[in-house]
């Protein structure tokens, strides 16, 4: 079936008031930049919707980005027609006939938002139905199963047909709700934390702490690409690569074994507060979660947050393990970060960390530390290495594969 046009629906920001117009500019602008390598689409935006034509662009590449874009509930692809009710039955009937596997059940299901045509949804029903029984012999109605459910939606700007609602990411527009640096490790737990934040509306950009020679190239590779698989949702993002090597030797050095893991955390946390400032960030967003380690206790976490003013995010705080590897295999980082190449977070680690740090010891231990541990930090921001990473790619590689996989998939 050669479609017309693809209708996208937008998810939380159509609840947003006086500033519904400025989110809905943003998630337009949004879907334009994820899908810039399709020069051919144009589009519109309407009331919490917009419409992308796709003038000879291939609907089973475009799709899968869809899909990942946050603030994206569903979207369909869709036949538009005139408010005329011979052309929405002729439509409808080549619609249906066009099904690879052709049903053998179906029901129809009219949504009138236009209240000046002059059928009602129910009328419509009957009199589309009604046509598409008399034109295909082989089709019965089965309103509670039906192997194609045809939708029409009548709006003000036209009339579409469709038979495919496919779910978006959902959230809010990457951007709308402000900037967040990401502690971005090569675990599991991380990456998922940056996907949950991107997908309420934050850009991220992250920050991973390395330890070379100690930890190898590996271990950073790894780390970009986790990264480079965020920004398949983002369509680009900035990783700050800090070298934290004599500060850990420092630590490991200082006599305070049991507290080397609080101490690291809050000197990272100090690190990444400059970077936040520096590039106009206004949380830090880690991938704690609740009594998975000793540093997550709720004490070791209230020791450690005290090191910062700005807000801590933690997305998974409260979620279980399992439920937390679902959603890194959902959206693509767990193969990754199951690799088996230690970060810096994995080095060092006594045999008895605290899990019940005393804050007031710990500040103690850091004002001994004193000049030679903030010379250090300096030293760490400024041997930075910063990386720009783009989706392109990584959507390329996956419009190709829809296309191969599009002779199975044929129901749209």
Same mark, same amino acid.
């Given at each position: ?51 992308? !034509? ?57 949504? !009138? ?258 000049? *030679? ?31 191969? *996989? ?7």
């Amino acid at each position: 079936m050669n479609y017309d046009l693809i209708l996208v629906r937008f998810g939380e920001i159509t609840i947003k008031g006086r500033n519904r117009n400025r989110f809905e500019k943003m998630q337009l602008d949004q879907i334009q930049t994820v899908l810039s390598a399709f020069p051919a689409l144009t589009y519109e935006r309407a009331f919490g919707r917009v419409y992308i !034509r796709l003038n000879g662009e291939n609907y089973a590449s475009i799709a899968p980005i869809l899909k990942n874009v946050f603030g994206i509930v569903s979207f369909s692809p869709v036949v538009k027609v005139e408010h005329d009710l011979e052309r929405i039955r002729e439509a409808s009937l080549t619609l249906l006939k066009g099904m690879t596997p052709a049903p053998s059940t179906f029901k129809v299901s009219v949504k !009138r938002g236009w209240k000046q045509f002059p059928h009602n949804s129910l009328e419509m029903n009957h009199l589309v139905g009604a046509h598409l029984l008399r034109n295909t012999p082989s089709l019965t109605v089965d309103v509670r199963q039906p192997e194609a459910e045809l939708k029409i939606d009548i709006q003000f700007e036209g009339t579409f047909i469709y038979c495919v609602q496919e779910k978006g990411a959902g959230g809010f527009p990457l951007g709308m709700n402000g900037k967040a640096m990401l502690l971005l490790s090569g675990g599991i737990d991380s990456p998922v934390a940056g996907w949950m934040a991107m997908r309420k509306g934050l850009a991220v950009e992250a920050v991973h702490f390395h330890s070379y020679p100690f930890t190898s190239e590996q271990a950073k590779d790894k780390v970009v690409t986790l990264a480079k698989r965020l920004s398949y949702y983002s369509g680009k993002i900035k990783l700050h690569l800090v070298p934290f090597t004599e500060i850990q030797t420092m630590l490991a050095q200082s006599g305070h074994d049991s507290l080397i893991i609080t101490l690291m955390r809050r000197i990272m946390l100090r690190i990444t507060e400059r970077l936040a400032e520096k590039n106009g960030a206004l949380a830090i967003v880690t991938g704690d979660s609740l009594g998975q380690v000793a540093s997550q206790t709720l004490v070791s976490m209230n020791v450690i947050g005290r090191a910062t003013t700005l807000p801590m995010l933690r997305p998974l705080v409260v979620m279980d393990k399992l439920d937390i590897i679902e959603y890194a295999q959902r959206i693509g980082t767990y193969d990754t970060s199951i690799l088996p190449f230690e970060d810096c977070c994995t080095l060092f680690v006594p045999k008895s960390p605290a899990i019940h740090p005393n804050l007031s010891v710990v500040e103690q231990v850091e004002e001994k530390l004193g000049e *030679a541990l903030s010379r250090l930090i300096d030293e760490a921001v400024k041997g930075m290495e910063v990386v720009v990473l783009s989706n392109k790619a990584e959507q390329q590689a996956a419009s190709a594969k829809s296309e191969e *996989a599009e002779a199975e998939d044929e129901w749209f």
